[in-house]
Structure formats: C-alpha cells, structure tokens
C-alpha cells in the first residue's frame, strides 16, 4: 500500500536529486519553513532591510546545524552495518 505512494513520489521533479543529497536536501527544506514562520511572525515588528536580511541569514545558518547535528548519528549507523 506505501510502495506506490513512494514510487510517485519518486517521479516528482527534483526527488532523484535529494535521494542524492538527503542533507542539502532537508537543510534547504527546513530553511525555508524558518524563514516563512520568521516572516509571518515578524511581520508586524517594524524591521529595516538590513535586520530581515541578518535575521534571514541566521535562521538559514541554524537550520543548517541542525540538519549536520541531526546527521551526526547516520554515519554511527553506517559504521555499525559495514561491520
């Protein structure tokens, strides 16, 4: 019942490319649903462009560390079935 589900999913545009690369491909995923939650909750607090472009850049910079922290326990995984 989940095989074909994932087998369309496959055939979407862009999947073989983060089947490819899982962590580029969520860091991206994950920075996006930041910076749109940090714009509809700073909407209304009067920030200059300079202040939405740090603010910006640091949400996406935090969503990095926590795809490579997340990560950091799939190559203990790998380890252990390579022996």
């Known amino acids: 019942m989940v095989e074909p589900i994932i087998e369309r999913l496959k055939q979407l545009p862009g999947a073989a490319w983060a089947e490819a690369h899982p962590r580029l491909a ?9 910076v749109f939650l940090l714009a509809i909750e700073a909407r209304d607090v009067g920030l200059q462009v300079g202040q939405w472009i740090a603010l910006i850049v640091a949400t996406v910079l ?17 380890e252990e079935d390579n022996q």
């Open 62 to 78: 935090v969503a990095g560390a926590c795809i490579w922290i997340i990560t950091w326990d799939d190559e203990d995984l790998v």
């Open 26 to 34: 969520a860091w991206i995923v994950l920075a996006l649903g930041m």
